[in-house]
């Protein structure tokens, strides 16, 4: 082929549909005098097999043409360049292959000038959506608005086999950077399944107010059907706004409102409804709402986290696309406002907490405000300081608190009252070598005011002491550390029987394997005497990873609060925590336990298995405690199971359990099955999920103080099955897998 080197070339040829066909590759021609140049500097060849200058200044390229560059390479039998009017023209059977877009047609011409490009009886594919568009024309005019006419759209190798949308136009003015389709058929396995005479979409993918694709989903309450409208409200601001029907239930609407400032995001949330058949005869309204907020004004930084709902099952009786609300083992709601400011180094800030129960048991509200803080962070050579004085009042009571203390802790459980705190922290370290010596120091200072009853004078004194050495062995093929940990722990002993108890600490953690873990936090400080032996390991070889901790301590005196919360304990006390987590390719262990060997047995391990391949994946999980200290709880016992199969390239199965061994209780099962392949996707997902009875088998010591009918009522709401169905367009509708997302879910929390 002949080839010119002077000669450079600028095409426009592209599509754009936005969110509803996918994407738009443009280039513009340019043809000045002798030379067709590229708006960028990219050089651009031109190769004929025949090259022939003829009248009018033109150059006709027959016989096989070839213009390339960096966004693409345009081919064709045949075209003539005009130098005069700077266009292509009688361009035939060509086809343009970009990055993102490969187009066919039959004819074609360009007019740089005029704006001009048409081409006819073609064909694109859309390579990112793997979308197909087959068109009799595309014309492109002066005011840069672009149609197709007789246009259909598809994902499938055969249209009659799977989905078609066909149209009688579809135009796009790209300066609004708005469209509209005209006459949109819509057709499943060759029949006219759905028309519209109209629709209108944005024809951008940068934000652009209009309606979103809408989401239908089919579930035991009927047909789901949101129609989302996006509104961009500023640069950094958008909201969209959901009308909502689900079937069996009624009408509402669901609210998402987004703003960005710096590195902070703000929202707020609102799912509303005027009334659900299912839950009330009487129409009453449902909602929920939560707002996120955050402000930086000079050296003032304010917070908000402000939720509300007006009955607690609303969350999980009523599934919703809102993320902040979708996770359905939440048990309470926020309600936080937060002020505070740089201080001497540290900061001060004042606290609104307050927490709605989403149990309904009883409504009540857990509430701590104000809360005055100042906090301190600091170091000095191989020293670390902490300081940390806070002021609670509280108002509300812990709900939990007061379902589940012992009879021997109801007493001092108190809803009303305030509680001062000052805890420092000194960590000192100094090094030798291979050798680390560090010590530890706490104080903490409390005090109550209950019904202007103040107590005083509750000081207490941590000490911890601790020798460390660490071996490290390195070669070309594997790594490992090994750490010994001697230490010498104290905390001194204060009668606290009649001081008030205001919390529960919010994680449930065993009492016996860090000295610093209370599950009654500030409220019941423990004194201890005790020894600590702990090694730690970590080793690697190509592919396997392990960590391996152990910990060993022995207390040398009982402790007096624990004797005055749990009655009489065996002399010199001692435990066993192991931790162990192994990975080896695709496969993941972990595993820790806290061993009492007074009791000779296990109180409390913690198991989990993991595998995760292209074809399959698969975890198991095994959780335990029992006698739970300062609970009236005798044991929890929980296994999860789940696995995802992928039978084949179009067909996955996904299947997974929760449940309480302990009180012999299905808490989950669900079931998937999703069918996938060029055109379409099918999935259908059954859930059947039950809140765990605690009445049964005596899993709660003491169950008189328990609100039987208001538990049954939560039993009989939450307790359901669903089938839910999706079906997605490929390349046309959003991904919304929720077989995979309830996967993922298990794993997240697995």
């Not at 009042?393 to 203390?405: G, M, V």
Request: proline letters at 2%; aromatic letters at 14%.
């Amino acid at each position: 082929m002949h080839q010119i080197k002077s000669l450079h070339i600028l095409c426009i040829v592209g599509l754009f549909l936005s969110q509803v066909v996918g994407a738009m590759q443009q280039c513009v021609i340019n043809i000045p005098g002798q030379f067709v140049e590229f708006s960028t500097t990219d050089d651009v060849n031109v190769a004929a097999n025949e090259i022939t200058l003829i009248e009018d200044q033109s150059v006709y390229l027959r016989n096989g043409f070839e213009i390339s560059s960096s966004l693409g390479l345009l081919s064709g039998d045949s075209a003539v360049q005009n130098q005069s009017n700077n266009s292509l023209s009688s361009i035939q059977n060509a086809s343009f292959a970009g990055s993102n877009i490969f187009i066919n047609f039959t004819r074609g011409t360009f007019e740089p000038k005029s704006n001009l490009q048409e081409f006819l009886k073609g064909i694109a594919l859309i390579k990112n959506k793997n979308l197909f568009i087959s068109f009799n024309k595309f014309l492109r005019n002066e005011q840069s608005e672009i149609n197709f006419y007789n246009t259909n759209i598809t994902s499938c190798a055969q249209s009659s086999e799977g989905w078609n949308i066909s149209a009688e136009n579809i135009y796009i003015n790209e300066k609004t950077e708005r469209g509209s389709i005209r006459d949109l058929n819509l057709e499943l396995f060759d029949k006219t399944i759905f028309k519209l005479p109209y629709l209108p979409f944005p024809a951008t993918t940068e934000r652009l107010s209009g309606f979103l694709m809408p989401d239908i989903s089919f579930s035991n309450d009927g047909l789901d059907f949101y129609i989302p409208i996006f509104l961009v409200t500023s640069e950094s601001s958008d909201i969209t706004f959901s009308p909502r029907r689900i079937n069996d239930r009624g009408s509402g609407v669901e609210i998402n409102f987004r703003s960005r400032k710096e590195d902070m995001l703000n929202t707020f949330d609102l799912i509303y409804f005027s009334g659900d058949k299912k839950y009330s005869s009487n129409d009453d309204e449902r909602w929920a709402f939560k707002l996120e907020q955050s402000f930086v004004i000079s050296n003032l930084h304010l917070k908000f986290n402000w939720s509300d709902l007006s009955d607690s099952l609303l969350l999980s009786d009523i599934p919703t696309n809102l993320d902040s609300f979708s996770n359905r083992r939440n048990y309470t709601l926020p309600q936080k406002v937060f002020i505070g400011i740089p201080l001497f180094g540290g900061r001060l800030s004042v606290e609104n907490e307050n927490y709605i129960s989403l149990n309904p048991f009883e409504l009540i509200e857990f509430k701590k405000a104000p809360k005055i803080q100042y906090e301190y962070f600091g170091s000095i050579s191989n020293s670390q300081l902490s300081i940390d004085l806070k002021s609670e009042k509280f108002s509300k009571p812990d709900i939990l608190l007061q379902l589940f203390a012992r009879d021997r802790l109801s007493q001092n459980i108190k809803s009303f009252g305030r509680r001062d705190i000052l805890d420092l922290k000194i960590a000192s370290y100094l090094y030798a070598g291979p050798h680390k010596f560090k010590l530890n120091n706490q104080v903490i200072l409390k005090n109550y005011d209950v019904e202007n009853n103040v107590s005083q004078n509750n000081a207490f004194i941590r000490s911890y002491f601790a020798f460390e050495r660490d071996f490290f062995s390195k070669t070309k093929t594997y790594k490992h550390n090994l750490g010994i940990e001697l230490g010498l722990g104290f905390a001194n002993y204060q009668n606290q029987s009649s001081d008030p108890i205001f919390d529960l600490n919010s994680s449930i953690v065993s009492l016996f394997g860090d000295h610093n873990n209370e599950i009654l936090g500030y409220d019941r400080i423990i004194d201890e005497r005790f020894l600590k032996l702990g090694i730690k390991s970590s080793y690697k070889r190509n592919d396997l990873r392990n960590i391996n901790k152990m910990f060993y301590k022995k207390r040398l005196s009982n402790s007096k609060v624990l004797e005055q919360l749990m009655g009489p304990l065996p002399d010199n006390q001692d435990f066993l925590m192991i931790k162990n987590k192994t990975g080896y390719k695709n496969t993941n262990f972990y595993v820790s336990g806290l061993y009492d060997n007074n009791l000779n047995k296990f109180i409390n391990y913690d198991a989990k298995l993991n595998y995760d391949r292209s074809q399959f994946r698969f975890f198991i999980s095994k959780k335990f405690t029992r006698n739970i200290i300062n609970l009236d709880i005798n044991e929890f016992n929980y296994l999860e199971i789940g696995s995802e199969i992928f039978i084949n390239a179009s067909l996955n199965l996904m299947f997974g359990l929760r449940e309480d061994l302990f009180g012999d209780q299905k808490i989950e099962n669900f079931l998937g099955l999703g069918y996938e392949n060029c055109c379409f996707a099918f999935r259908i997902i059954a859930n059947d999920d039950r809140l765990v009875n605690l009445t049964k088998n005596n899993q709660f010591i003491n169950m008189r103080d328990l609100n039987y009918a208001n538990w049954e009522k939560m039993i009989s709401l939450e307790n359901k099955s669903r089938i839910s169905f999706e079906f997605e367009f490929k390349g046309l509708t959003n991904k919304k897998n929720k077989i995979s997302k309830l996967f993922n879910e298990y794993l997240k929390n697995f």
